[in-house]
């Protein structure tokens, strides 16, 4: 297997109603495998697994050319189904979207994604790494200044004690772990 050294990680992440996140989950992973059927986008569905996150879900892609993703993203905003799919989970949703947009900072396998659990830490850009296995991820778009690290599975463990950081990067950092839900 081969590797590519420009793959992007797209992320959107949206936040249901609390009292309504049995039916939210279920728009959001519809509108997905609606989205899966009409384009090549390959979108995956998580839904965050720690801490009191209930309705915190997040959708994502991996690809290697932005200029295709901009391509499918513009030609699905085109289709005359995808208004009401979208509005469906809009209305069961709050907030704004979160769209963030992330480059490897080394190769990765051809054909990469995430597995059943992930893990992200993304953290005030120039901060060390969390541990050892996670994949090294810049930002380009929606986490100015920040880098992340993605790790498939878990954080182990007494990730970055805090006396090792400063107040102003411990209070930059966002620690996810989420499950797949599509």
Known sequence: ??????????QRRRWIQPDRVGEGLQAFIHQLAWINDQTGLEMAGWRRNDGDHPGAVLATTTYDHHAWFLTEVARL?????????????????????????????????????????????????????????GTRWTNAEGSVGEIAWVLDGEWPAGLWLAEDLSADV???????????IH
């Open 77 to 133: 905003q085109t289709l005359a189904d995808y208004g009401p799919v979208n509005d469906a989970t809009l209305a069961l949703t709050f907030g704004e979207d979160a769209f963030e947009r992330w480059d490897c900072t080394a190769g990765v396998p051809t054909g990469w994604v995430l597995g059943e659990i992930f893990s992200q830490a993304t953290a005030p850009g120039g901060t060390s790494s969390p541990c050892e296995g």
């Open 170 to 180: 411990v209070s930059g950092i966002r620690l996810e772990s989420w499950t797949r």
């Open 1 to 10: 297997m081969g590797e590519t050294a420009r793959m992007q990680l797209f």
